[in-house]
């Protein structure tokens, strides 16, 4: 007969699986916020100190952001549920003594992820958390190109609008020197046209910038 011990043993890969996946995402929704804040590795916001937000807050702010759909946030939620009965329940050794603990049922999971009725209830739910955990991983990678295309077309709208205005201004700026009425050489004038150009790319990497940061700030709902 298997003891408790036993039993506790063999189901401990199980355990495993969910904290290392929760872990892992939170992990890397971290690193893409923290890149998408352009904050550095310092950052308290997104570090691994007890300072930092919570796995709900991160999830909350890619809600925010439009980058997951609430559905889409429901399922890891589950996670957050499933990762705290395993970590702090020793009761809690099996996918099927999880939804008992919980007092919740797996209908959802099995409607998000439908399965054959073949096997034993802890060989079914098996089957449907593999297929949530790979959908996870899905939906955080969309999430992350989706935010980073949005920004991307955006930003280049903008970095280009603020070109455009610095060499508008430069090229009236030009324009008045040679009004003023002053016999130049060719090498004045060679000295002027660089000294202009010079100008256009100093001041456009500068209004580029101010636009990206200041589209990264509203993107985030900080302006």
């Given at each position: 007969m298997t003891t408790y011990l036993e039993h506790h043993k063999k189901q401990w890969p199980k355990r495993m699986k969910i904290l290392r996946a929760c872990v892992e995402m939170e992990g890397a929704t971290s690193d893409f916020l923290r890149s998408f804040f352009r904050l550095n590795d310092t950052s308290i916001s997104f570090g691994n100190?007890?300072?930092?937000?919570?796995?709900e807050h991160k999830l909350n702010l890619m809600l925010d952001l439009a980058s997951i759909t609430p559905d889409e946030r429901k399922r890891f939620t589950l996670l957050q549920e499933m990762r705290n009965q395993f970590a702090h329940n020793d009761a809690c050794i099996s996918y099927e003594i999880?939804?008992?603990?919980?007092?919740?049922?797996?209908d959802q999971l099995f409607k998000w992820y439908p399965v054959s009725d073949t096997g034993n209830p802890e060989q079914r739910l098996e089957k449907a958390i593999n297929l949530?955990?790979?959908?996870?991983?899905?939906?955080?990678?969309?999430?992350?190109?989706m935010i980073g295309m949005r920004l991307s077309v955006s930003m280049r709208e903008k970095m280009n609008e603020a070109s455009f205005n610095i060499y508008c201004s430069q090229r009236t700026e030009f324009y008045d020197r040679f009004e003023a009425g002053k016999n130049y050489t060719g090498e004045e004038v060679t000295d002027i046209i660089s000294g202009?150009?010079?100008?256009?790319?100093?001041?456009?990497?500068?209004?580029?910038?101010?636009?990206?940061?200041?589209?990264?700030?509203s993107a985030a709902g900080l302006d």
């Amino acid at each position: 007969m298997t003891t408790y011990l036993e039993h506790h043993k063999k189901q401990w890969p199980k355990r495993m699986k969910i904290l290392r996946a929760c872990v892992e995402m939170e992990g890397a929704t971290s690193d893409f916020l923290r890149s998408f804040f352009r904050l550095n590795d310092t950052s308290i916001s997104f570090g691994n100190t007890f300072k930092a937000l919570s796995f709900e807050h991160k999830l909350n702010l890619m809600l925010d952001l439009a980058s997951i759909t609430p559905d889409e946030r429901k399922r890891f939620t589950l996670l957050q549920e499933m990762r705290n009965q395993f970590a702090h329940n020793d009761a809690c050794i099996s996918y099927e003594i999880y939804f008992i603990l919980s007092k919740k049922s797996p209908d959802q999971l099995f409607k998000w992820y439908p399965v054959s009725d073949t096997g034993n209830p802890e060989q079914r739910l098996e089957k449907a958390i593999n297929l949530w955990l790979k959908d996870l991983d899905r939906i955080r990678r969309k999430a992350e190109g989706m935010i980073g295309m949005r920004l991307s077309v955006s930003m280049r709208e903008k970095m280009n609008e603020a070109s455009f205005n610095i060499y508008c201004s430069q090229r009236t700026e030009f324009y008045d020197r040679f009004e003023a009425g002053k016999n130049y050489t060719g090498e004045e004038v060679t000295d002027i046209i660089s000294g202009i150009f010079r100008d256009i790319d100093r001041e456009s990497r500068k209004a580029m910038d101010v636009a990206i940061q200041k589209e990264l700030r509203s993107a985030a709902g900080l302006d």
